[in-house]
Each structure stands twice: as structure tokens, then as C-alpha cells.
């Protein structure tokens, strides 16, 4: 078993896709927003829901449950979108609700388990537990990849 990684410490906005509770590191999230009617973009993949104007910038929104195949989102009044700074770029995540913020220390963070080629899980940096919770922490730079998240930009 390796030791903790006192990097993978801080703080985690946690958000739930189903039964499961997921975080991200709370420096990546610049704003927590209902989610709104989006443009859908011809050709797109599936997960990519389409963008929205904020505030000027044109926002890529990623449905976090059919990247992650998971099962067909539904959209209510609970569903949020949170907007990231990934690599410099910003991304909108649709997410079925937001928790909290918690603070988990690098002892709290447990390596994610091997399970072979069978699943990919480069997109996850630990399983933190927190209250008898088990949090997926999520590695959003590896998750969202920008060479797929590739929207021109206004000039």
C-alpha cells in the first residue's frame, strides 16, 4: 500500500451523479449555477451537451454522467452545473446535485485501486473518505481533456 499523497489534500466540492458522491478540488470550480438551456453543437458526442455564453466567454458543458457512463441523466430543478478552470480553459460540468465543500487531509485519500485494463482510471486522483462517505475525487485535467473539448473561441 503506498503512503498518502499529502498533494491530493485540500479542499473538495463534493456532488453526487446517482447513489455515488464525487469530488473536485474546490481551486478548479469557479462558480455553482442552475442548469440553464444550452446550444447544442452539430456532430457533438453525446456527453458533450453544447455551450452556453457566460458572461461574454462561450463555455463548453460536459454531461458528467454520460461521460462517465453512467445511467441517462435526467434533468429537475436539483440539477446544477458547475464551471471550472481546467488547463487555463472554462468548462461546465452538469452534476444531478452539489454537497459541500470538505476539507480532506492527505490521510483521508486513498490511492485508487488497480483494477487492469479493464477500467480507466486516470481520471480518478484518490477515494477520500469523509463521514462514512466514499468520495470518487476526480482528476478534471485528465477527465476533460481539451483536445476533445476543442470550441472555437470568439476572436
Known amino acids: 500500500m503506498s503512503s498518502p499523497d499529502p498533494q491530493n489534500a485540500g479542499e473538495y466540492l463534493t456532488f453526487t451523479l446517482g447513489d455515488e458522491h464525487y ?26 451537451k ?35 478552470n481546467v488547463d ?23 490511492p485508487t485501486p488497480e483494477f487492469g485494463a479493464a477500467i480507466d482510471t486516470r481520471c480518478i486522483s484518490g477515494i477520500g473518505t469523509f463521514d462514512d462517505r466514499m468520495l470518487i475525487l476526480l482528476d478534471i485535467e485528465t477527465l476533460l481533456d481539451s483536445a476533445e473539448l476543442a470550441v472555437p473561441q470568439a476572436a
Do not use: W
Open 23 to 48: 469530488g473536485v478540488d474546490i481551486l478548479k470550480v469557479q462558480e455553482i449555477r442552475g442548469y440553464d438551456a444550452v446550444t447544442r453543437l452539430p456532430d457533438a458526442p453525446d456527453y458533450i
Open 50 to 84: 453544447g455551450v452556453i455564453n457566460l458572461r461574454g466567454t462561450i463555455v463548453p458543458v460536459i454531461d458528467l454522467r454520460l461521460k462517465l457512463r453512467l445511467a441517462q441523466a435526467r434533468y429537475d430543478s436539483f440539477t446544477v452545473m458547475i464551471v471550472l
Open 88 to 110: 487555463d480553459r472554462v468548462v461546465g460540468i452538469v452534476v444531478d446535485g452539489v454537497s459541500d465543500v470538505v476539507p480532506l487531509s492527505a490521510e483521508q485519500i486513498r
